[in-house]
C-alpha cells in the first residue's frame, strides 16, 4: 500500500511538477496546492449538501461517493473526447494542478467554484441547522 502512495506521488510529481522545472521552481509547491484546495472546496460544498439530505450516514456516503465516481466518469470523459466545455460539469478538471502551477487560473472556473462553495454551503448550513445532532 506504502509503495502505490509512493508511486502515485512520483506520477503526480512528474506530470505536474517536472515540467516547471522540478520543485526548484519557485513557489511550485505552494501552487499545486493551492489548485488542489480549490478543486477540493466545490466538491466538499457539494457532499455537505448531499449528506445534510440524507437521512443517514451511510446513505450520505452513498450520495457522496457517488458524485464523486460521477465526476471522475465526467472528467476522463472530458479528456478523452478532447471536449472542454464539459470541463464545467466536474470540478476535477476546473483547477488543474499543471494550470494552477503555471500560474493560470480561468476566471471562469473561479466564478463557478465559488457560486458553488457558497450557494451550497448556505443550503446546507439551512438544512443542518433543522437537524438534531
Known amino acids: 500500500m506504502e509503495w502505490q502512495v509512493i508511486t502515485e506521488w ?18 511550485a509547491v505552494v501552487t499545486a496546492t493551492i489548485g488542489l484546495f480549490l478543486t477540493e472546496l466545490p466538491l466538499f460544498a457539494i457532499t455537505l449538501l448531499a449528506s445534510g439530505l440524507k437521512k443517514t450516514y451511510k446513505r450520505a456516503v452513498r450520495i457522496s461517493v457517488g458524485i464523486l465516481l460521477l465526476f471522475y466518469v465526467i472528467s476522463i470523459t ?50 443542518w441547522e433543522g437537524k438534531e445532532i
Open 10 to 27: 512520483h506520477r503526480n510529481y512528474f506530470t505536474a511538477i517536472l515540467p516547471l522545472g522540478g520543485l526548484e521552481q519557485e513557489g
Open 78 to 127: 472530458a479528456e478523452y473526447l478532447e471536449a472542454p466545455v464539459l470541463y464545467y460539469l466536474t470540478p476535477l478538471k476546473c483547477f488543474d494542478v499543471y494550470i494552477v502551477a503555471t500560474g493560470r487560473i480561468y476566471i471562469s472556473f473561479f466564478l463557478l467554484a465559488l457560486v458553488i462553495v457558497i450557494g451550497f454551503a448556505a443550503v446546507a448550513q439551512k438544512i
